[in-house]
C-alpha cells in the first residue's frame, strides 16, 4: 500500500515536534495580571508548518494578533487557543483553532509568530 500522505510534501515542510507552554495568569507585585506560559517540554505536538493565506489572515485574525503561519497535525488538538507553541527558537502564539469536520482527524492552528518573545 502507497502512502499518499507523504505524497506532496516538500522537504522543508516536514512534521516538526512543537512544545506546548500552557498559559496561566498571575499577579504581580503591582497588582497588574499578566500572563505566564510555563511547560517543561513533555507536553508536544507533530505538526507541519505553512505560512499563512490571505485569506487566513483575513478570516482568523484578531484585533491585536494577526496570522502569520498554519500549523497542520493529524488527530484531535492538544493545545488551546491561549497556549504558547515552541520550535526551536521560534515562538508561535495560538490565536485560532478550527478541528476540521469536529471528528479528530485533523487540526488546524493559526499562530501569530513572535520575535520579541522567548
Known amino acids: 500500500m502507497v502512502n499518499t500522505r507523504m505524497m506532496y510534501v516538500r ?8 512544545i506546548i507552554e500552557s498559559n496561566k495568569q498571575v499577579v504581580t507585585s503591582t497588582g497588574r495580571v499578566a ?9 508536544t505536538l507533530k505538526g507541519c508548518l505553512a505560512e ?8 482568523h485574525s484578531q484585533k491585536d494578533h494577526i ?14 487557543r491561549t497556549d504558547k507553541l515552541v520550535l526551536e527558537n ?12 469536529t471528528l479528530g482527524i485533523s487540526t ?8 520579541d518573545a522567548k
Open 11 to 18: 522537504p522543508g515542510n516536514l512534521f516538526k515536534e512543537f
Open 35 to 43: 500572563n505566564s506560559h510555563s511547560g517543561d517540554g513533555t507536553k
Open 52 to 59: 499563512a493565506s490571505d485569506e487566513d489572515r483575513t478570516n
Open 67 to 80: 496570522v502569520t503561519h498554519t500549523i497542520v497535525q493529524a488527530g484531535s488538538p492538544k493545545a488551546k
Open 90 to 101: 521560534r515562538v508561535f502564539y495560538i490565536v485560532d483553532i478550527d478541528d476540521a469536520g
Open 108 to 115: 488546524i492552528y493559526y499562530a501569530e509568530e513572535r520575535r
